[in-house]
């Protein structure tokens, strides 16, 4: 059993300085002088400590604001919704907000699921129409703005402020280890696909669900992470390592609160579009269910591998390419593979020597639904992004993750490109490869978690925290009697056959 910290000691005599703990940071430091030294340290104080006003908070917090600045002028191009000579994909400005503002009839008037069918979940749809609608109404009245502008621009405030909202919540969990948070405020990532889609909706709810988790408040939890869910599905797979760890914990009354009110907010945010439009609320889950094999995936990497094992053959079509003709039985293969996965993260969470963290169970839920999914959007990244830094923060495998995510970004772009010219950018083979360190980089962070849980004194949290900041009531808590028992009994020597002694 894990014990709590030391009264009396503040958080700054514990906080973590990667440029110590860190060995690629510590590499890197030797660059501009070497580790943090001690007069540095200050900038870890907690505020009224001393003078300074740049502490590592305000730092990383005004590192987020420079990210998503740029972010707003690497997407000014396409501002205007003028989108000539394909400009948004050569100025890699493209973005389903400003695109979806037209197709979801929102410069129209249209509400959504009333009076047109969404292909998002309900919360994202709402938040489309509450930003939306006023925007056309001021259209109206001023026939000269440009709505979809003005609607970009406004998206663009609240997704920074919900992006802002999450990296407070990383810094918030981790008040020893605050420059973690940094590894979200610089990602590449989030400087090329913050404003691409709705997903910092579902992440900043996502977040804040995790901090009601670690503020020991499962009720409010399970309600923020419902919120979360109904605005994009992934964040309701973060139940599932909760349950787990409360099963091993002993704490289930806790982890089932959060599951009733987060399937009681889900079905509550729901029922005002799937009652009186059910057909309209329903576009969403026939998308997902008749969708073929999406760019970036695993099953697309498989295809290509097809036509290179069988080309110019097109009556022997190899099993990725079948699959694609067959949906209904990719859907089933893909949510076999990922409900196994799951299995799997639920068996490391038992046999573990030591219980898991939730953000690193989280992480490995999460980026097996992407691994295995049929569909891997570009802005998907995100999701991964603040798990991974309260998973594991550590830049080495970080950086190679985000620098195979800005490959994809690019590769990605020049395929739509191609696609839009009927000429083809780059070759097949680049795409496909630049996919491939996407997913390989993925796959790698996954291991490397794997392995801090399976030898935590690797954790690097752990190495700054007695047990799991983000816990909440299972933060310290001893494992079950129940758990307790069968480890024993497992780890029991199996008893001697009569007689073997005498042989």
């Given at each position: ?28 430091s030797q660059l501009i002088g070497g580790p943090l030294g001690d007069h ?459 007689g073997a002694a005498a042989t």
């Amino acid at each position: 059993m894990s014990t709590q910290p030391t009264a009396g000691i503040d958080d700054a005599e514990r906080s973590d300085h990667p440029s110590r703990s860190d060995g690629f940071v510590r590499g890197a430091s030797q660059l501009i002088g070497g580790p943090l030294g001690d007069h540095a340290a200050a900038l870890d104080r907690p505020a009224g400590s001393e003078r300074r006003f740049w502490t590592a908070v305000r730092i990383v917090l005004a590192l987020t604001c420079l990210t998503l600045a740029l972010h707003w002028v690497q997407k000014s191009p396409c501002q205007d919704g003028a989108w000539q000579n394909n400009i948004q994909y050569t100025r890699f400005c493209y973005t389903d907000v400003l695109a979806l503002y037209y197709a979801e009839g929102l410069n129209e008037g249209k509400v959504p699921y009333r009076d047109h069918p969404v292909e998002y979940p309900v919360l994202t749809g709402y938040f489309m129409g509450v930003l939306g609608l006023p925007v056309h109404a001021l259209g109206v009245d001023d026939p000269g703005i440009n709505q979809g502008m003005w609607f970009y621009n406004l998206n663009v405030l609240v997704l920074g402020a919900l992006a802002i909202v999450t990296v407070a919540v990383i810094l918030a969990l981790r008040r020893r280890r605050p420059w973690d948070a940094a590894l979200f405020a610089l990602a590449p990532a989030l400087l090329l696909t913050a404003t691409v889609n709705w997903d910092l909706l579902a992440i900043g709810l996502g977040a804040l669900g995790l901090l009601a988790w670690a503020r020991s408040r499962p009720a409010l939890a399970g309600v923020l992470l419902g919120l979360a869910g109904a605005a994009k599905m992934w964040p309701l797979f973060v139940l599932g390592p909760i349950l787990v760890l409360a099963l091993r914990a002993g704490k289930m009354r806790a982890a089932l609160t959060a599951f009733g009110t987060a399937a009681l907010t889900v079905v509550a945010v729901n029922l005002p579009a799937a009652v009186p439009y059910r057909e309209n609320w329903d576009r969403f889950f026939e998308l997902n269910s008749t969708r073929p094999i999406d760019w970036g995936t695993l099953w697309y990497i498989g295809r290509y591998l097809d036509g290179k094992i069988n080309p110019g053959s097109p009556t022997e079509q190899g099993p990725f390419e079948w699959l694609n003709a067959n949906i209904p039985t990719l859907n089933y293969l893909s949510y076999a593979l990922f409900g196994l996965a799951c299995l799997g993260v639920a068996a490391l969470a038992l046999l573990a020597p030591r219980r898991p963290r939730l953000a690193q169970l989280a992480f490995l839920v999460v980026a097996a639904f992407l691994i295995f999914s049929k569909v891997w959007s570009q802005q998907f990244v995100l999701w991964l992004l603040p798990l991974a830094v309260l998973a594991r923060p550590r830049w080495g495998a970080f950086l190679a993750w985000q620098i195979a995510e800005v490959g994809y970004f690019a590769a990605f772009y020049a395929e739509l490109l191609g696609s839009a010219t009927s000429r083809p950018v780059i070759p097949e083979g680049v795409f496909v490869l630049a996919s491939t360190l996407r997913l390989a980089t993925v796959v790698l962070l996954c291991v490397l978690i794997v392995r801090d849980v399976l030898h935590p004194e690797r954790d690097p949290v752990r190495a700054t925290y007695p047990d799991d900041p983000d816990g909440g009531m299972l933060d310290g808590a001893p494992d079950a009697p129940w758990y307790t028992r069968w480890r024993q009994r497992s780890a029991a020597p199996e008893p001697e056959p009569v007689g073997a002694a005498a042989t």
